[in-house]
């Protein structure tokens, strides 16, 4: 409902300025929500949106879908971008799962949209690679994880890290419960 001028403005309030670096983007090598193998490496040549969702979180990840997917349709240009997201809970994370958020959110027709999952230890990688923060509480009730955003140029170089609390207490992030926790 903002005025996209200043949806800028918000999100730096909201979230600091944006981190910008020049550096190769980690590797990954994950599973898409088809079942195909999926590399950081196969998509170059496109600018990557890149970040890390609980496919059954009910607060922040369906809103940051919801955003990705508007993105999209704004761009228009599928062939020069991927909007790819990694999946951030440790026990919900088969193809199956992944399929049904996609389902959900609407994200079923964009050609350029690849849900990552895989193996615990690739995806643990992944989380590290990126400075994910992922954490199972409440007898395995919830999972907190880092809302983090990153840009990769078309020659597979990490641009930009969105997301970033402004303050010193570490990374936003979601949990499936309903409401923004900052890590201790």
């Given amino acids: 409902s903002l005025d996209p001028h200043t949806a800028a403005i918000v999100s730096e309030a909201l979230n600091g300025q944006p981190q910008t670096t020049s550096r190769p983007a980690p590797p990954l090598l994950l599973t898409d929500q088809y079942g195909k193998q999926v590399s950081l490496r196969s998509l170059r040549g496109r600018t990557v949106a890149l970040t ?22 704004d761009l228009g240009t599928p062939a020069t971008t991927a909007f790819v997201a990694v999946v951030a ?17 609407g994200l079923t027709a964009l050609p350029n949209w690849y849900y990552l999952t895989g193996s615990l230890p690739a995806l643990r990688a992944a989380w590290r690679a990126y400075g994910v923060s992922v954490e199972t509480v409440a007898a395995g009730s ?43």
């Fill in 142 to 184: 919830m999972v907190f994880h880092s809302d983090l955003a990153f840009v990769i140029d078309r020659q597979g170089r990490l641009r930009a890290q969105l997301g970033a609390d402004p303050g010193a207490s570490g990374a936003r992030t979601s949990k499936t419960s309903g409401s923004k926790q900052k890590k201790p």
């Fill in 89 to 105: 809970n440790p026990l919900y994370r088969s193809v199956a799962v992944v399929r049904a958020f996609d389902r959900q959110e």
């Fill in 52 to 73: 890390f969702l609980d496919p059954v979180c009910t607060s922040d990840c369906p809103l940051i879908a919801q955003q990705l997917r508007l993105a999209d349709q």
